[in-house]
């Protein structure tokens, strides 16, 4: 098959791997291009396609949550994320969480298994004369980093992101901690609950904890999402207990009320033998990080699988350089996918490269491409990174907030929320239906 008939995906993350899939699902050939397991990045330890370098979680289900109502645009259309999470789920109450390796492991068979597919183990420095979908993710290496920030003409942006420990389930004191999720819905996290007197001492030694130099750090580089647990202890005493440590709707079953905050843990893998410290990303240096975090109750002898890290995450100014369908306004043969667009998140980033495969392979094959709008979570992503922001632009995740609006009032969040999810989900049927996806 010569390049003219062929694609070169540069990058075998979420966004990557679903942009492949899908231009394969065309028929069109693809050359998908990923740097491990010749060169890791300090973030990467598995040599499989869609590690998943941060949370296993893909977040809410419900439809009445944007990202929820993404991901059943997403399984309606044939994403491979999502029938990867699907076959690889652990449970998370009304999450869709995954076992890491296990969902890794899946997509990497998948696409390595697939006839016109073809996995290239390669640092790729200069972007390839063919159609192309940059998909390099948030950890793209220096020569690549150039080559981008050489081409699209704007001064490359940048922002900070960090991952959270995971413990061995074996270390963990069951007899001071307790299942449940929020509001009796379930028993899928392990619950760690603290007095005022325990939560005192923990937040004075971790605003006080020793971090790991990273250089260009600073607050406002780092995406709110994701901002270091000691940072969040630096705002104020009760910061924590407002954020990832809030104790609503988690009731101790000894008392029946509330504790003065928790800290939840998450089954990170389908065996249970591995769990996550939710909302614990941190750049802690790794004795700080055994020392402070073993004073949160039950974490005591806990024994870490993973020390959290935190890195660099690249993105380019994507309302100045990217047309709606992820395409380089000055040369349409070349499209970006992933968190270098600005997309905020595992299932945004993959369902970027879901559009960016769909649209380039519509374009080559000559075929109508899929008109998402606004209405929809997909096209309001898509308006996201192509619309001229009237701020600064800065990585964002799927809210309704981005959607387009529906002109009337409504008596609460829910129904309003629900009948944007029922107004997306016709369109998107009639997507499916129109196009065959």
């Known amino acids: 098959m010569s390049s003219r008939n062929r694609v070169a995906v540069i990058g075998a993350g979420l966004a990557g791997c679903e942009a492949a899939w899908q231009l394969s699902r065309l028929g069109i050939g693809v050359d998908l291009y990923d740097m491990k397991p010749q060169k890791m990045t300090p973030a990467h330890h598995s040599p499989d396609l869609c590690e998943l370098v941060c949370s296993n979680s893909l977040k809410s289900m419900r439809l009445e949550n944007a990202c929820g109502l993404l991901k ?64 390099t993710g948030p950890l793209t290496s220096d020569g690549l980093s150039s080559a981008i920030a050489e081409l699209v003409g704007e001064e490359r942006l940048y922002f900070y992101d960090a991952a959270a420990p995971i413990i061995e389930a074996g270390s963990i004191d069951r007899s001071k ?30 605003s006080m904890a020793e971090t790991a130099p990273v250089h260009g750090f600073e607050d406002a580089l780092v995406f709110e999402g994701c901002m ?38 998450r089954q990170d893998d389908a065996a249970g033998t591995l769990y996550n ?28 699988a993973r020390y959290g890290v935190m890195h660099r995450n690249t993105y380019i100014n994507s309302p100045k350089v990217l047309a709606e369908d992820f395409s380089l306004r000055r040369n349409s043969s070349i499209y970006f996918a992933g968190q270098i667009t600005g997309v905020e998140g595992y299932v945004e980033s993959a369902a970027s490269g879901m559009m960016a495969g769909l649209f380039l392979g519509c374009r080559m094959l000559k075929r109508p491409p899929p008109k998402f709008t606004p209405d929809t979570a997909m096209g309001a992503l898509a308006r996201y990174i192509s619309a001229e922001a009237k701020r600064g632009f800065q990585p964002m995740n799927i809210n309704y907030g981005i959607m387009e609006p529906i002109p009337r009032r409504f008596r609460n969040k829910e129904d309003k929320y629900r009948l944007y999810a029922e107004r997306s989900l016709e369109q998107i049927n009639m997507i499916k239906n129109d196009s065959g996806f």
């Open 177 to 206: 901690t307790f299942r449940a999720s929020r509001y009796g819905q379930g028993a899928d996290y392990i619950n760690c609950p603290m007095c005022e007197e325990e939560y005192k001492r923990f937040w004075e030694e971790l």
């Open 228 to 265: 270091p647990i000691e940072n969040l202890a630096k705002r104020g005493y009760l910061t924590m207990a407002y954020g990832p440590l809030k104790p609503k709707g988690i009731f101790e079953p000894k008392t029946g009320k509330e504790p003065f905050a928790v800290v939840q843990l």
């Open 277 to 304: 410290m939710v909302g614990f990303q941190t750049r802690l240096k790794f004795p700080e990080q055994k020392r402070v975090f073993s004073m949160i109750p039950g974490l005591e002898k806990a024994e870490f």
């Open 72 to 135: 059943e645009e997403m399984r309606r259309l044939g994403s491979l994320t999502m029938e990867a999470a699907y076959q690889n789920r652990v449970a998370a109450g009304d999450a869709l969480a995954v076992d890491r390796e296990g969902f890794a492991r899946y997509i990497t068979e998948k696409i390595k298994s697939r006839g016109n597919i073809k996995t290239i183990c390669k640092e790729v420095e200069k972007i390839p004369e063919m159609p192309v979908i940059i998909a």
